[in-house]
């Protein structure tokens, strides 16, 4: 298969349309108008010459944040319109769309660690995740987009595997779709085939059971063009391809598989490669994560949202047009009821004046930033300043300063209605239990 770093890899609907798919083109009217308003536009600072990799790498954050906001709306939108009821050639055009979007993503967060690689490394998350609904949905990426190719999938997941566990899923989920980009890309006919399962982890790297924590392996293969010997040995150099005429042919900024690499490492693991029988090759991510007990609201059905009893009344500080459609859309199909609001300065005044559940904080805004609206939050008199807040940010550095200011939860974009629904509902629930 991949010779490069490979990088950075029904029936016909009833008559009148469904509430979700008339929603998704009201939203779709609605963010046309939101673009096309001229608006303030965030600059980057310029990089002199001399500029060292620290600005570097804070306008690749930049980059990803703000890519990461459109990101978020239309990977929610695609999730909708799954919902409708669309026929066989609408819903591969959906998967299209997804696994497009779930695409972009990983770039971005592969960039801007690309960026920190000469830094003092990595800084991993540990946030609890639902880690067989990430590998069920990275099993639906390479299905659709095998499908897409003329090429047959198969997936796997072990029985055996964890529901839930505590680790990366942004940076996994990122692997992953590399993983997958690749193994199309560089397969012209064939199969494509994705198997998950526990591992018992590596000696030296981990004490097993006894210490909390599982292994997992995520073997990627395909029937590809191969890999030779010494192909393989450059295949992990950052931003080089494994063979200049096949990097010509299929493209590629030898950049994924490197920074693949990296992840994996700092996820207390690693990644192998190796040729497999009949020609083709096998990637094998292995990763090690905590183990965790699944939260007793967590819903059993696949797919399906985390609901509150009843609806919450909100208070988002987005100033993005595109970003407040898109929330809102998500909102309004969780049974929520929305309020938006443009600065964090204006927040403890509206707060403060209205009956709301819970703030919905973006971390880049003009005027004040989101961490210096928390901290004026949590200065208003009880009960206002003890409202549930959840940072939003598409850059994962901005958590810490977030929590450390107050916010009882963060996401990183681009979020999905049952991350967004996960979260609020966790959070209300820790502080009705608090109070």
């Known amino acids: 298969m991949a010779k490069v770093s490979r990088g950075g890899r029904s029936k016909r609907r009833a008559k009148g349309e469904p509430p979700k798919a008339r929603i998704a083109k009201s939203v779709v009217k609605s963010v046309t108008k939101a673009v096309a308003k001229p608006g303030r536009k965030r600059t980057a600072p310029k990089a002199s010459p001399k500029a060292g990799p620290g600005l570097i790498e804070t306008a690749l954050a930049a980059f990803a944040h703000e890519v990461r906001t459109p990101l978020t709306g239309i990977l929610a939108i695609s999730n909708l319109l799954a919902t409708s009821d669309l ?39 540990q946030d609890f995740f639902d880690l067989c609904t990430l590998a069920r949905h990275a099993g ?72 909390g924590r599982i292994g997992v392996a995520f073997a990627i293969s395909d029937s590809g063009i191969g890999l ?21 042919r299929f493209g590629g900024a030898g950049l994924g598989l490197s920074s693949v690499k990296q992840l994996a490492r700092a996820m207390g693991g690693d990644i192998v490669v190796a040729q497999r029988k009949g020609g083709g090759t096998v990637f094998t991510l292995n990763v090690l994560l905590a183990s965790a007990a699944g939260p007793a609201s967590a819903s059993s059905s696949e797919g399906a949202a985390v609901r509150p009893s009843q609806g919450l009344r909100l208070l988002s500080v987005e100033d993005n047009p595109f970003g407040r459609v898109v929330l809102n859309t998500i909102l309004t199909e969780l049974g929520h009821h929305a309020e938006f609001i443009g600065q964090g300065e204006g927040a403890p005044d509206r707060l403060a004046q209205g009956a709301f559940d819970a703030v919905l904080m973006d971390m880049v805004l003009p005027g004040i930033g989101g961490v210096e609206a928390i901290r004026r939050i949590r200065a208003l008199p009880p009960p206002h300043g003890r409202t549930v807040i959840v940072g939003i940010s598409g850059r994962a550095e901005d958590e810490a300063a977030a929590r450390d200011a107050g916010a009882d939860a963060f996401l990183v974009k681009p979020v999905s209605p049952r991350a967004l629904a996960t979260a609020l509902l966790e959070a209300t629930r820790r502080a009705a239990t608090a109070t």
Do not use: C, M, Y
């Open 228 to 248: 030779t010997l010494s192909e393989v040995k450059r295949l992990f150099r950052p931003f080089s391809q494994a063979n200049v005429s096949i990097a010509a």
């Open 87 to 125: 026929d066989e050639r609408e819903r591969r055009w959906v998967d299209t769309i997804k696994a497009g979007a779930e695409h972009l993503a990983s770039l971005a967060t592969l960039f801007v660690d690309a960026a920190r690689s000469e830094g003092p490394g990595l800084e991993i998350r």
């Open 140 to 211: 639906d990426s390479l299905a659709g987009r095998a499908a897409a190719k003329g090429l047959r999938a198969s997936v796997e997941i072990s029985a055996k595997l964890p529901a839930f566990a505590v680790g990366d899923p942004v940076r996994l989920r990122a692997a992953l779709e590399n993983l997958i980009d690749n193994a199309v890309k560089f397969t012209e006919q064939g199969s494509i085939e994705l198997r998950v399962a526990p591992v018992r982890a590596a000696k030296g790297a981990a004490k097993g059971k006894a210490d």
